[in-house]
């Protein structure tokens, strides 16, 4: 769990995203399609930060570092 905690606006912002199942101020729970579209495209060759950025997520918000690491949340 990231010690970075998301704003009220952030967490707004967060919930509009289709591919996001829950938000809070600690922690973003992704819907099992995006799990599974996150690895296939990881395996396909794009990078974490690519994913993200096609998929509608701004890294300003989520953090390089908790983009880097998704592998912790999908398991």
Known sequence: MSK???SPKEIQKLQKNPNVQQVSERAIIYT???KRKFIDE????KTPRQIFNE?????????IKRI???WLSLA
């Open 4 to 6: 970075i905690l998301f």
């Open 42 to 45: 990881y395996l396909a060759g």
């Open 68 to 70: 880097e690491t998704i």
């Open 32 to 34: 099992d399609e995006f």
């Open 55 to 63: 998929h509608g997520f701004d890294e300003e918000i989520i953090g």
